[in-house]
């Protein structure tokens, strides 16, 4: 069965850390950049980071630079969220998911840019991050 | 970094109607927007890419237009299985910005 299971979520304090994990079963996992996503209790989704197929390009939003880190185990099919100062704005519903890329070359411009798209989501796993 | 503005943010609508919602960016994104469909308690659900792009195995009723700064998501006839959340992304740049969602109910 094609999924991905997030764990690793629960209650942590101020200023604490948590590692989330996110396993892919199904699917080529080492073919697939990976994305991190969350959505806040009765708000809006939020793109976190992802990571590049090898591990070794990355992006964070600004929120995550510096608290957040994010990679990956080809060989266990893993994903990982080491997310460390953690704050009360951090409680969410973490989301992994797959990033479909569609290379896209506009000879207009010379602009590479591709498309890019979330297909294949996990069903989360809560943060709470309260004292 | 891009901001993503939906509007409306509720919409009430009944099975069988045409039903709109629009994304606006804060500058332009070309065509590299994209539309997912959220149920409560459940993981977003991937519809469009590209604009206009329909992802496989999502009905024909779903369909996206626009380009630039303004795009529509657009149900031609609702079901009952289409009351949900939506969000529009761009994937333009990082961060991939989402909508505030809108929320398609039951009138």
């Known amino acids: 069965e094609v999924q991905l299971v997030e764990s690793g979520g629960g209650l942590v304090q101020p200023g604490g850390s948590l590692r989330l994990s996110c396993t892919a079963s199904?699917?080529?996992?080492?073919?697939?950049?990976m994305s991190w996503a969350r959505q806040a209790p009765g708000k809006g989704l939020e793109w976190v980071a992802d990571?590049?197929?090898?591990?070794?390009?990355?992006n964070y939003v600004d929120s995550a630079k510096g608290r957040f880190s994010i990679s990956r185990d080809n060989a266990k099919n893993s994903l990982y969220l080491q997310m460390s100062s953690l704050r009360a704005e951090d409680t969410a519903v973490y989301y992994c998911?797959?990033?479909?890329?569609?290379?896209?070359?506009?000879?207009?411009?010379?602009?590479?840019?591709?498309?890019?798209?979330?297909?294949?989501w996990g069903r989360g796993t809560p943060v709470i991050v309260s004292s | 970094d891009i901001q993503m503005t939906q509007s409306p943010s509720t919409l009430s609508a009944s099975v069988g109607d045409r039903v709109t919602i629009t994304c606006r960016a804060s500058?332009?994104?070309?065509?590299?927007l994209n539309w997912y469909q959220q149920k409560p308690g459940r993981a977003p659900k991937l519809l469009l890419y590209?604009?206009?792009t329909v992802e496989a195995g999502v009905p024909s009723r779903f369909s996206g237009s626009g380009s630039g700064t303004e795009f529509t998501l657009t149900i031609s006839s609702l079901q009952v299985e289409d009351f949900a959340t939506y969000y529009c992304?761009?994937?333009?740049?990082?961060?991939?910005?989402f909508g505030q969602g809108t929320n398609l109910d039951i009138q």
């Open positions: 998911a797959t990033a479909h890329r569609i290379p896209n070359y506009d000879m207009l411009t010379g602009d590479y840019r591709p498309y890019w798209y979330f297909d294949l």
């Open positions: 199904g699917i080529t996992f080492s073919n697939y950049w």
């Open positions: 990571i590049e197929q090898n591990g070794e390009e990355k």
């Open positions: 500058k332009s994104i070309k065509n590299y």
């Open positions: 590209a604009t206009s």
């Open positions: 992304q761009q994937s333009y740049s990082t961060p991939y910005s």
